[in-house]
């Protein structure tokens, strides 16, 4: 594989299935149908509060170490170490993409391997966050100048898409020059929103990422209890995903955060498809006389109308889910428990689509540890010829795991779901009922995901 290759989202050439793909797509909407089966056999009696009850095991262990400072003094230092790389590489380094370090470090290790394992661990970017980091260490005695107006996590919502146009639609991500601008810009913002607002008000509502993995870290299989003050009282593991049955905050705001992860996720793989490409070039009359400004102004509308048909089809299956449910339920506080739902199709998603990604790619940043600035040094000799290895990335290995999965998320979200529904319905008839308008979604879902992933890839970035 080729360096180039590292900031393609597709996976390279396209694999001949051993069988037919429609027989994959519909067996995989038969596995998830059946485990709707599953889940009213086994869950179906569980209504009301009972239906978000949980099991959880208390694991004394890890109180001393989520009480101590040291994780989040490392993970402080590893952050803020990565984003003064980022700007530094990006400024001075190469200005080929993949021999610039900037590039791996935020689309492969943060973007990609960071989301991932913070899904399979927890809260990740709790310890990394370089701005919290900065703001503990430096800036924490100021008080705010300001108190933030009630603006829920729209400011958040915003700087998320900003971040997935420059990724998706600027055509610029390949540039470590911009990457590293982008950073620059996003630490002074942060910043500056943190000591005029608050610490904690800013990151809450405004800062796209702690959203971002506070939603993921809801999946993760990792829980603490804390006391008023905020001290860990006791740490205990979860099954993965039944903590997005948890209380959250009910808004608009929030459901559009939502809808935008899976929207911008399908979006990503749309973009490597050549039914894309034909799209592209059938507008080209329009777009390329005004150059870039032109092919961004494509792709960003394409993102905006797929993530207003992502919402509005979520929002028509929710009616009719409040419909079969036969009890009146307030709209957007039903919406919203049942957005959460939808977060480990996105978790699933990102983890397939960026399978080989993260397994292959994410080695080539090992030569570039004996130059990173392209200047001809010789840091790390030994390192200089290293090659990245293949044996998780074989062809049949990367769709068999893309198909594991994408359905093990689907039916994941079926079984929350379905919780959800005994939560909010209140008897196990009018939950079963509400839960048929979300099965169709979710069947849906998974054969159109496994379709975009199973498409043959081309090599526009």
């Known amino acids: 594989m080729h360096l180039a290759s590292v900031f393609l989202h597709g996976f390279g050439p396209r694999y001949d299935l051993p069988i037919a793909e429609w027989l994959y797509l519909y067996g995989a909407g038969g596995v998830v149908a059946l485990s709707f089966v599953l889940v009213v056999v086994f869950a179906g009696d569980k209504v009301g509060s009972k239906a978000v009850e949980y099991p959880r095991w208390k694991v004394p262990a890890l109180v001393g170490v989520a009480r101590s400072s040291w994780p989040r003094f490392a993970g402080g230092v590893i952050g803020v170490l990565a984003l003064i790389a980022v700007v530094v590489t990006g400024l001075f380094g190469s200005i080929r993409p993949e021999r610039n370090p900037s590039e791996y470090i935020t689309w492969i290790f943060f973007w990609a391997a960071t989301v991932i394992v913070s899904g399979l661990v927890g809260n990740l970017w709790y310890y990394l966050n370089p701005w919290a980091a900065i703001y503990d260490a430096a800036l924490a005695r100021l008080r705010p100048a300001a108190t933030l107006p009630n603006v ?38 942060t910043l500056g929103g943190m000591v005029l607002y608050g610490r904690d008000q800013w990151l809450e509502h405004c800062e796209a990422f702690t959203v971002l993995f506070v939603i993921i870290g809801r999946f993760a299989p990792v829980e603490a209890d804390r006391d008023e003050s905020g001290r860990v009282t006791m740490v205990y593991l979860r099954p993965w995903g039944v903590g997005l049955l948890k209380p959250y905050p009910a808004g608009w705001d929030r459901v559009v955060f939502v809808i935008l992860m899976l929207s911008s996720l399908a979006f990503d793989g749309i973009l490597a498809t050549p039914a894309w490409q034909d799209f592209d070039i059938a507008l080209e009359p329009i777009w390329l006389p005004l150059g870039s400004l032109g092919f961004f102004f494509v792709r960003t509308v394409g993102l905006l109308l797929l993530t207003m048909t992502f919402l509005l089809v979520f929002v028509a299956i ?32 990102n983890a397939a689509h960026n399978y080989s990604y993260v397994m292959v790619q994410s080695q080539l940043i090992i030569p570039l540890l004996n130059d990173p600035l392209g200047k001809g040094w010789e840091l790390f000799p030994s390192l200089a010829h290293v090659q990245p290895s293949f044996a998780l990335a074989q062809a049949a290995t990367v769709w068999y795991a893309q198909v594991i999965l994408i359905v093990l998320g689907h039916v994941i979200a079926v079984y929350l779901s379905h919780l959800r529904a005994g939560e909010r319905f209140r008897t196990a008839q009018r939950a079963l009922l509400s839960q048929y308008p979300m099965l169709i979604l979710m069947i849906g879902y998974t054969m159109v995901s496994l379709s975009i992933l199973a498409a043959p890839t081309t090599n526009a970035g």
């Open 318 to 349: 929710m009616q009719l889910v409040m419909y079969f449910g036969s009890r009146k339920v307030d709209l957007k506080t039903t919406v919203s428990a049942f957005a959460l739902t939808l977060v480990p199709i996105a978790l699933v998603y």
């Open 152 to 189: 829920g996590v729209w400011p958040a919502t915003a700087l998320f898409l900003s971040f997935v146009c420059l990724e998706l639609t600027s055509g610029m991500a390949n540039r470590p020059w911009l990457v590293a601008v982008a950073a620059l810009s996003y630490t002074c913002l």
